[in-house]
């Protein structure tokens, strides 16, 4: 392809030029159109946006810039620091990812974030999603990407009628979006693609009167863009059971840090017990977790859903009836701030806060 843009490609780009969110890791509205946003804003931002909607990342981003105003920053800070920030955003994973990634970055890169695809997949938590945003949107390179929103609209523009998450069709899906690609502004029809599938192109009741490439559309001419792509297959998630003892001393409560690994790892948490056979009051819970307690209460019931699974926390409150062992964390509902929770976690806490404990 020359440097000629196809009507598709000039389409979309117009629309994008005037239609386009101001978000804060874009560049400002009014810069040249040669200009691209900081490589560490692309990389924090395209992580937070993971399984994740843009308002719920905005505020989360600016709190992230402010505090690691550059990778160095970020780089340098305490892990728990960091988790503690994102607290809230879930999928921890992609925190713990991306302190090691800028740390990578600093020891292997000098510091600035690489700008070719290959070396970026070899960052901790870079796939090949987000290693083409980054070498596209900040280094404005041919390098194509495919999300959720691109999916969608490539397969309505081609009218791709099979499962999207099928491998044959991933595989054409990520060819289409190279071949579509123009050789300038590479990283701006990136994202014109991801912004028309979050805002013009959506899931359901697709804008298709006010889109710039409905003449392009082969689901929108054959009326199809309802049916396009096809649904995902609905299964039953499985339920988890968690029983949670709130152990207090005093106004204190006792908290432990979860393992390195697995989910919510190295969160911190009341003292939860993982059990497939239910215990049946806090005194059980009690007994199973090895503790001698008073004053025993129900506490609540939280649930939590993720996209594969289910949780379900039964909490209890009760009194230690003996003083604290040494080595265990014990603190106030106040200092519970300065720990990185999960949020069934700060569920418990706040139901510990609003109830007469
Ligand atoms: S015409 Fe409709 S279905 Fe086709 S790309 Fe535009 S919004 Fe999507």
């Given at each position: 392809m020359d440097g000629k843009l196809t009507t598709f490609q000039r389409a979309l780009l117009r629309w994008y030029?005037?239609?386009r969110r101001d978000l804060p890791w874009r560049?400002?509205?009014?810069?040249?159109?040669?200009a691209t946003p900081d490589p560490y804003h692309v990389l924090l931002s395209e992580t937070m946006l993971q399984q994740t909607q843009v308002a719920t990342v905005v505020p989360y981003f600016l709190r992230f810039i402010e505090r690691y105003p550059t990778l160095a920053d970020l780089a340098a800070a305490e892990l728990q620091d960091v988790l503690r920030l994102w607290q809230g955003l879930g999928y921890y994973s992609r925190a713990r990812n991306l302190h090691a990634c800028a740390r990578q970055v600093m020891a292997d890169h000098t510091g600035q974030v690489p700008e070719h695809v290959e070396k970026l997949l070899s960052l901790?938590?870079?796939?090949?999603?987000?290693?083409?945003?980054?070498?596209?949107?900040?280094?404005?390179?041919?390098?194509?990407?495919?999300?959720?929103?691109?999916?969608?609209?490539?397969?309505?523009?081609d009218r791709?009628?099979?499962?999207?998450?099928?491998?044959?069709?991933?595989?054409?899906?990520?060819?289409?979006?190279?071949?579509?690609?123009?050789t300038r502004r590479a990283g701006d029809f990136n994202s014109a693609l991801m912004e028309l599938g979050a805002t013009v192109c959506v899931p359901r009741n697709p804008q298709c009167l006010v889109c710039p490439v409905r003449t392009h559309c082969q689901a929108f001419a054959a009326g199809l863009q309802d049916r396009i792509p096809l649904p995902k297959k609905t299964k039953p998630t499985p339920l988890h059971r968690r029983y949670v003892l709130c152990l207090r001393h005093g106004r204190q409560f006792l908290i432990e840090q979860r393992p390195a690994k697995g989910r919510w790892a190295g969160l911190w948490q009341f003292k939860t017990l993982e059990s497939p056979v239910r215990p049946f009051s806090a005194s059980q819970l009690a007994q199973r977790l090895g503790f001698a307690i008073s004053k025993p209460q129900q506490l609540g019931r939280i649930r939590h859903a993720l996209?594969?699974?289910?949780?379900?926390f039964d909490a209890y409150t009760a009194n230690l009836a003996a003083p604290p062992a040494a080595g265990q964390v014990?603190?106030?509902?106040a200092e519970l701030d300065a720990y990185p929770l999960s949020k069934p976690q700060l569920s418990i806490a706040a139901l510990l806060a609003s109830g007469p404990v």
């Open positions: 030029d005037r239609h560049v400002a509205p009014g810069s040249p159109r040669s901790p938590g870079v796939g090949r999603y987000t290693a083409g945003a980054i070498a596209s949107i900040a280094f404005n390179a041919r390098t194509p990407i495919l999300d959720g929103n691109v999916t969608r609209v490539l397969c309505r523009i791709i009628e099979s499962d999207p998450r099928d491998r044959p069709t991933q595989l054409r899906l990520w060819q289409r979006a190279e071949e579509i690609l123009p996209t594969h699974r289910r949780y379900e014990w603190v106030t509902l």
